[in-house]
């Protein structure tokens, strides 16, 4: 579920509310674009009530929130959930473990300084709190079973149809694994305010009791005011090679440029140049999806070439002579999508990846907001190689060691043709319906 953000504009000042997936701000009212950035990670809190009544300053309790995919590859398949998560990030008994649906009934603001707050730093560690919420979260995975029908019975004989289908089983995402994965995750902390009273906490956006103790105090002491560096920063949305406005929807994360052709990623601290092509389209193309090339080869596989990788996943494929000097590459949806569509999406470009030829092209206003940055797709590689394989038993016991090397990322922009209810890619018939390609707008 997704949470809303009240944030000012940080030019007229005028109140907005955004997405918790949002980068790019449109103002409404001044009509000024920027970009949201964090030093790390973004700090929300829940608005207490009545802010100014409490008569000593609140103490902010911190919550971590984890949103995104989960992969878990082991001898069983490929298990994957979608976490959606806020887990408590100190040690102070009687505070609730978890915020639940809370952080979604309500927009959240942003920390800022003139809040007359002090705030617990974290005393558990991010990956404990991380590991916790992946205790409590059962992974789906797809499983195929054979069914026996018993169709006609002559005296002693039973005929039986048998046919396979996929049932989707749960099991611990905590069991062992070969290769675990967190895709397209948003990461950021909630604080929950509480005010003291003499021998109590209390919840100082419901106004209930949270817990009564004798030392109210313990661990309470750490607490501490505002940092500057949790404070937000901006960056406007112009062109650095000319200077003209770039196009992008809130939840983009990478703007293009119309004026000069070129695509632009939102970097740790400005705008970076993104190496793209396009799969040219024809008069039939009604929108260009983006996927993340990403050349190099695993030695522990073997795999070099594109038919290294082809013999290795056991296709159903020839192996042509031409795919012996192919360099090999995942690709992988720039888009976020729901867990089981990802894969499927992933393998098929990746398997498809011959009948594909980019080159240079034109930045266009069909080409949909890339939503997965690189960085998230290059972890996604090996899961998409588990999927891709028809082979597991050649393949799955040597993820651990299989490493990608020599590799290079490249933005491509593949066109697809709409065919009503689903999004088509002509060259290696990806589909995609058009109601996950929404979804994936939440995740
Ligand atoms: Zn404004
Ligand atoms: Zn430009």
Known sequence: MDIKVEQACPQCGAPIVIHETDRLLTCPYCEVKSFIRAN??????????????????????????????IFVVNEAGIGHKVMDTTQIGVNVPGLPPSLGIRPQTMPVRRLAPRISGRYLPLTIKASAVLEKAIRLTPLRLEQKETVRKPVTYDGDNVVY?????????????????????????????????????????????????LLRQEHPAEGLQSATPFKSSWQEKFTATLCPRCGESLAGEGDC???????????????????????????????????????????GGISALGIRSFADFVRRTNQAMVVRSCWEQMEMSFWVPAFKLRPRVFLRVGRNATIGQWRLAPGPGHVTDSMY???????????????????????????????PRARLEKTATQLVYLPFVDKGHDWYQPQSGITVSKAVLRFGRSL
């Not at 997965?372 to 040597?398: D, G, H, M, Y």
């Open 40 to 69: 790390g990670v973004f700090r929300y809190y829940l608005p207490p009530k009545q802010e100014n009544k409490w008569d000593t300053p609140l103490l902010y309790v911190p919550y971590m929130r984890f949103k995104g995919s």
């Open 161 to 209: 149809d048998y046919s396979t289908r996929v049932k989707t089983v749960e099991y611990s995402a905590h069991s062992r694994f070969l290769h675990r994965a967190f895709i397209g995750e948003t990461v950021s902390f909630v604080y929950l305010p509480v005010a003291r009273r003499e021998d109590r906490l209390v919840d100082a956006v419901t106004g209930s009791t």
């Open 253 to 295: 994360l990478i703007m293009t440029c119309t004026n000069c052709d070129t695509v632009w990623a939102l970097g740790r601290d400005k705008l970076e140049p993104v190496n793209w092509q396009m799969v040219p389209g024809d008069r039939k193309t009604a929108m260009y999806l983006g996927f993340w090339r990403i050349a």
């Open 369 to 399: 907001p890339v939503t997965l940055p690189a960085s998230e797709a290059r972890q996604s590689v090996k899961v998409i190689l588990a999927a891709s394989t028809a082979a597991r038993k050649n393949l799955f016991p040597f993820l």
